[in-house]
Each structure stands twice: as C-alpha cells, then as structure tokens.
C-alpha cells in the first residue's frame, strides 16, 4: 500500500513550503530564448508578464517540502542532479511515470515510480543502476512526488 502521509521527515529536507509567503512576481521576458543558433532580439517584455514562482511551482503550500539531492548520479537522466532543491508535494497520488520518494530498505530514495501489473518498481535514470523490484506482499510508501527541481548553475562545484 502506498502512505503518502508518514510522520517521517528524510535527510535533506530543507523544510515546507511557506503558505504565507509574500508574493514577489519577477519580470517575466516574452520570448523564449533559444538554445541552438541565437535569433535576433525582439522585445524583451510582454505587457504585464510577471512571473511569482510561489505561485508557479507550489500548489498547496501545507503539503510541499523543499528537499536536497544527495551526491550520487542515480537520476542524472531524469533532469536530477547531486545538490539540486527538488519540490515535493505529499498531496498529490502518486502515479506510473511519477518520480517519487520513497521510504526504502529503511531510508528515503528518489525515484521513478513505474508499475508492472500488480508490482511496483521503482527506476534510475541511470544505467548503471537497476531498478528496485517491490515483491508484490511487501507494503511501498511513497512520502512525495517530485514537482520540480532547481540547480544552481553560477558558482557550482561542476
């Protein structure tokens, strides 16, 4: 059975979501910016385009919780890198495809949820990492799903 609700708190939490937090609606720049070949620039702002990203990235702050990823590479190919701030939503039911956190082998992991009939399993995005096997009598709890993820790009270690 799936228990989304465990008193448990993981390592790395960097803790909740804050429900009151003030509202801060950044500029938000009309055009996307482009990856491959640069296109000659247009305007730069959209007439009211603001972007809070309290609102953007949390959709029920009682439930949400900022975490840390550790230091390995299991879920490199799944966009998750070592120190990134994930957010983790407790309110919403996890699903196949869902990358999750779960309370494994006595330890919280982040993984890809994926179901195969009646089992679960629960994936890398890493090759060199094969995927954890739930028998079907053993009891999986998911603490959270994954909502978004965050890394910090200027000053990072690699």
Same mark, same amino acid.
């Given at each position: 059975?799936?228990?989304?609700?465990?008193?448990?708190?993981?390592?790395?939490?960097?803790?909740?979501?804050?429900?009151?937090?003030?509202?801060?609606?950044?500029?938000?720049?009309?055009?996307?910016?482009?990856?491959?070949?640069?296109?000659?620039?247009?305007?730069?702002?959209?007439?009211?385009?603001?972007?809070?990203?309290?609102?953007?990235?949390?959709?029920?702050?009682?439930?949400?919780?900022?975490? +840390?990823?550790?230091?390995?590479?299991?879920?490199?190919?799944?966009?998750?890198?070592?120190?990134?701030?994930?957010?983790?939503? +407790?309110?919403?039911?996890? +699903?196949?495809?869902?990358?999750?956190?779960?309370?494994?082998?006595?330890?919280?992991?982040?993984?890809?949820?994926? +179901?195969?009939?009646?089992?679960?399993?629960?994936?890398?995005?890493?090759?060199?990492?094969?995927?954890?096997?739930?028998?079907?009598?053993?009891?999986?709890?998911?603490?959270?799903?994954?909502?978004?993820?965050?890394?910090?790009?200027?000053?990072?270690?690699?």
């Amino acid at each position: 059975m799936l228990d989304l609700h465990s008193p448990l708190l993981p390592p790395g939490v960097i803790g909740p979501a804050d429900a009151d937090a003030p509202e801060l609606a950044l500029p938000l720049l009309s055009n996307r910016v482009t990856c491959g070949f640069p296109s000659p620039a247009e305007d730069f702002f959209g007439e009211n385009d603001a972007l809070d990203l309290n609102r953007h990235c949390i959709h029920n702050p009682v439930s949400t919780f900022f975490m +840390r990823a550790d230091t390995g590479v299991s879920m490199i190919n799944f966009g998750i890198y070592p120190d990134d701030t994930l957010i983790v939503d +407790r309110s919403i039911t996890p +699903r196949h495809g869902h990358i999750v956190i779960a309370i494994w082998d006595s330890g919280f992991t982040c993984k890809q949820l994926q +179901r195969r009939g009646r089992r679960f399993e629960l994936h890398s995005g890493h090759p060199d990492y094969p995927p954890i096997l739930v028998p079907p009598d053993m009891e999986l709890e998911i603490w959270g799903v994954v909502t978004w993820n965050f890394r910090q790009l200027l000053g990072r270690r690699r």
